[in-house]
């Protein structure tokens, strides 16, 4: 299984980024997808996930109203669209799979698969 991120980069706060987590080597037909961020010298938090399945998703607090995470079954692909980017929202961002159902669970722990991540910069 390979996850791979896209979408990273430089950006204003107000601004917005998509990030894209293909996937190759499984069908993501019943998995969570999580996107998890990362500063140095901090520890790893969920951002937002989703459950393949049935659609349900998690944010965490700080992205709520901002952040949309969507599926493309089709490609393969989850996204995480990413608006009125904040500075705090600077980190590096990681996709990560575990097979499953949500269960409002989206926590670095326990997920089987990760990708390598992308880097997101906000302005201020």
């Known amino acids: 299984v390979q996850l791979v991120e896209s979408g990273g980069g430089l950006v204003q706060a107000g601004g917005s980024l998509t990030l894209s987590c293909a996937a190759s080597?499984?069908?993501?037909?019943?998995?969570?997808i999580g996107w998890f961020r990362q500063v140095p010298g901090t520890e790893r938090e969920g951002v937002s996930c989703?459950?393949?399945?049935?659609?349900?998703?998690y944010y965490t607090g700080s992205v709520k109203g901002r952040f949309t995470t969507s599926k493309d079954h089709a490609k393969n692909t989850v996204y995480l669209q990413m608006n009125d980017l904040k500075p705090e929202d600077t980190a590096d961002y990681y996709c990560?799979?575990?097979?499953?159902?949500?269960?409002?669970?989206?926590?670095?722990?326990?997920?089987?698969?990760w990708g390598k991540g992308t880097q997101v910069t906000v302005s201020s």
């Open positions: 080597g499984v069908t993501l037909d019943y998995y969570v």
């Open positions: 989703i459950s393949t399945s049935d659609g349900s998703t």
């Open positions: 990560a799979a575990r097979p499953g159902v949500l269960r409002n669970i989206c926590r670095p722990q326990g997920m089987s698969y």
